[in-house]
T-cell receptor
């Protein structure tokens, strides 16, 4: 069974640009979560989707958005990028809930 | 704010020794999980303990949970160089608004020297 796939692996953007990150969950998993990881703040919850519905959202500005498609694949978008958005963005999937998340390798975003 | 806080922040031991990491959290939880992360890659789930459990084992891992003290510990026995990684505890809160998300601590960096 293939694991969680995140693309791209690395991304370099400049301030003010927008970016879209993609996540393909493990086949059969319907829950997809996104986390931001930085050295200063650690792992911060962004949002969680289940069957195309957002069930929870973290304390991030409206520039951060996401969606989930009918095949459970998910995307997250960050508009008007700021230097502080530089981080490792991790996607995780699970069957139904937050018990035992399977993480992808992440997308390392650098904002210059 | 972080729900879980690991202690110590860093731990260096020799191969074959045991490693103990602690986690404290602030609010009521449904479960507590431990994850491992190697060099900034994705996290790997190690073990889950529910709020009504006190101890759980998985291979060389032993996890305890004390809900009265809001704390958990992870013990890795007979450590190996391959255990070198960052270890995170994560909690799923039981109160409204805490559903469907995990709150992670900042992690313990474990170095196992050969």
């Amino acid at each position: 069974k293939a694991g969680v796939t995140q693309t791209p692996r690395y991304l370099i953007k400049t301030r003010g640009q927008q970016v879209t990150l993609s996540c393909s969950p493990i086949s059969g998993h319907r829950s997809v979560s996104w986390y931001q990881q930085t050295p200063g703040q650690g792992l911060q919850f962004l949002f969680e989707y289940f069957s195309e519905t957002q069930r929870n959202k973290g304390n991030f500005p409206g520039r951060f958005s996401g969606r989930q498609f009918s095949n459970s694949r998910s995307e997250m978008n960050v508009s008007t990028l700021e230097l502080g958005d530089s981080a490792l963005y991790l996607c995780a999937s699970s069957l139904f809930s937050n018990e035992k998340l399977f993480f992808g390798s992440g997308t390392q975003l650098s904002v210059l | 704010s972080q729900q879980g806080e690991e202690d110590p922040q860093a731990l260096s031991i020799q191969e074959g020794e045991n490693a103990t990491m602690n986690c404290s959290y602030k609010t009521s939880i449904n479960n507590l999980q431990w994850y491992r992360q190697n060099s900034g890659r994705g996290l790997v789930h190690l073990i889950l303990i529910r709020s009504n459990e006190r101890e759980k084992h998985s291979g060389r891992l032993r996890v305890t949970l004390d809900t009265s003290k809001k704390s958990s510990s992870l013990l890795i026995t007979a450590s190996r160089a391959a255990d070198t990684a960052s270890y995170f505890c994560a909690t799923e809160g039981s109160s409204g608004g805490s559903n469907y998300k995990l709150t992670f601590g900042k992690g313990t960096l474990l170095t196992v020297n050969p």
